[in-house]
Nanobody, 120 residues
Framework: QVQVVESGGGLVQPGGSLRLSCAAS????????MGWYRQAPGKQRELVAS???????NYGDFVKGRFTCSRDNAKNTVYLQMNSLKPEDTAVYYC??????????????WGQGTQVTVSS
């Protein structure tokens, strides 16, 4: 029904950059809020960034201006540009989308996650 596909994770050195992409699709569905969460081993999943269909954004406190979230509504794709990466940014990053349709109502859909590892 709804597909959420993430890409862009990988291994980078401290101070490096990555851009994550998340594409959402599904028949009859529309996508309102889209965002990124991350979860490190032994820790709770936390909000990294979220963006509304109109473009307003929210960021986790730890971002400190290093990350930028954007979206392309024509492609139903959300991006996360991550700069000045630190070892503590290492986590699995999950894409989350709010999907809705007349037939099925509203639901939150999670991607499979993409690993981001920051290490020298």
């Amino acid at each position: 029904q709804v597909q959420v596909v993430e890409s862009g994770g990988g291994l980078v050195q401290p101070g490096g950059s990555l851009r994550l992409s998340c594409a959402a699709s599904g028949r009859t569905f529309r996508f309102a809020a889209m965002g990124w969460y991350r979860q490190a081993p032994g820790k709770q999943r936390e909000l990294v960034a979220s963006i509304q269909s109109g473009g307003s954004t929210n960021y986790g406190d730890f971002v400190k201006g290093r990350f930028t979230c954007s979206r392309d509504n024509a492609k139903n794709t959300v991006y996360l540009q991550m700069n000045s990466l630190k070892p503590e940014d290492t986590a699995v990053y999950y894409c989350n989308v709010e999907a809705s349709s007349v037939a099925y109502g509203r639901r939150n859909v999670w991607g499979q996650g993409t690993q981001v590892t920051v290490s020298s």
